[in-house]
């Protein structure tokens, strides 16, 4: 079996950095991916905090990842299972195969919470919708900028939340109130029903409302996406970037420098 100076495992943005930084050092370099290239930054609306580009989209920094890593990066497209440590080496299992390196960066990032009182099957950002009259059950900065991109489409979109939307980037909430997204502020979502529709069933100010919407998608926050980790204790050979160390991480300009930070430390490693 070959032995990899590098796997990565995620090639968002965290993914990317840590791999352009890797080729400077590291001659053998893997990258493992389950589904594209950027992970969640694909459905960004708008990103203004990247160096030297004053605004861009979500699928154009995409586009451009792809283009600066097509030539040099080997990418196999598989879900990583699990990740055992080793004294001298990672061994990296997918659905498919396994492969085995001396060092390993898991940049696996987040999934989508569910709600633990709706028993339906949520949908979450990135699935297919149907019809145009779309509910968003979430406040955090994603599902406004996520609103934007909604509506951009030709979709009408209603956010219900349990939050104030104090949090978020006045910028994104000014944009979404004036493409007329309309936001349900202080609410508890007791139920999600779907027939032909679906019927969100909320409390707002101390009344109960049912709304019937086309299509409905969840977007109530976070958690770690992590395959199964086994082997040695302390983790000398496996270096976490991204957002599946911190949710701190999750713009695009964090998660990418965290992955150049990450592979830096791999390059000392290298040279000691």
């Known amino acids: 079996m070959k032995k990899y100076d590098v796997i990565i495992i995620g090639m968002g943005c965290a993914g990317i950095g840590a791999f352009l930084q890797m080729k400077k050092t590291m001659k053998s370099i893997l990258a493992i991916e389950e589904k594209r290239i950027g992970g969640a930054v694909f459905y960004a609306n708008r990103i203004t905090n990247m160096p030297l580009i004053k605004s861009i989209d979500g699928r154009r920094i995409v586009e451009l990842f792809e283009k600066q890593i097509k030539k040099d990066a080997k990418i196999i497209y598989e879900k990583c299972v699990s990740i055992e440590e080793n004294k001298d080496s990672v061994n990296v299992t997918t659905e498919k195969n396994k492969f085995l390196s001396r060092y390993t960066i898991i940049c696996t990032g987040r999934e989508p919470k569910e709600m633990k009182n709706v028993k339906l099957k949520m949908k979450t950002i990135g699935d297919k919708l149907k019809g145009k009259n779309i509910c968003i059950i979430g406040g955090g900065e994603m599902a406004v900028d996520y609103s934007i991109s909604l509506s951009e489409?030709?979709?009408?979109?209603?956010?219900?939340?349990?939050?104030?939307?104090?949090?978020?980037?006045?910028?994104?909430?000014?944009?979404?109130?004036?493409?007329?997204?309309?936001?349900?502020?202080?609410?508890?979502?007791?139920?999600?029903?779907?027939?032909?529709?679906?019927?969100?069933?909320?409390?707002?100010?101390?009344?109960?409302?049912?709304?019937?919407?086309?299509?409905?998608?969840?977007?109530?926050?976070?958690?770690?996406?992590?395959?199964?980790?086994?082997?040695?204790?302390?983790?000398?050979?496996?270096?976490?970037?991204?957002?599946?160390?911190?949710?701190?991480?999750?713009?695009?300009?964090?998660?990418?420098?965290?992955?150049?930070?990450?592979?830096?430390?791999?390059?000392?490693?290298?040279?000691?």
């Open 153 to 272: 489409r030709g979709k009408s979109v209603e956010i219900i939340s349990t939050g104030n939307f104090l949090k978020v980037n006045k910028n994104l909430t000014n944009e979404a109130k004036i493409k007329r997204i309309k936001f349900n502020r202080m609410c508890i979502v007791n139920n999600v029903i779907k027939d032909k529709d679906y019927y969100v069933k909320f409390i707002k100010n101390n009344k109960t409302i049912v709304k019937r919407f086309s299509d409905v998608i969840l977007c109530i926050g976070t958690k770690k996406l992590l395959p199964e980790i086994k082997g040695e204790k302390r983790k000398k050979r496996i270096l976490f970037a991204g957002t599946v160390k911190n949710s701190i991480s999750k713009q695009c300009s964090i998660a990418f420098a965290d992955g150049v930070r990450e592979a830096m430390k791999i390059s000392e490693k290298n040279t000691e």
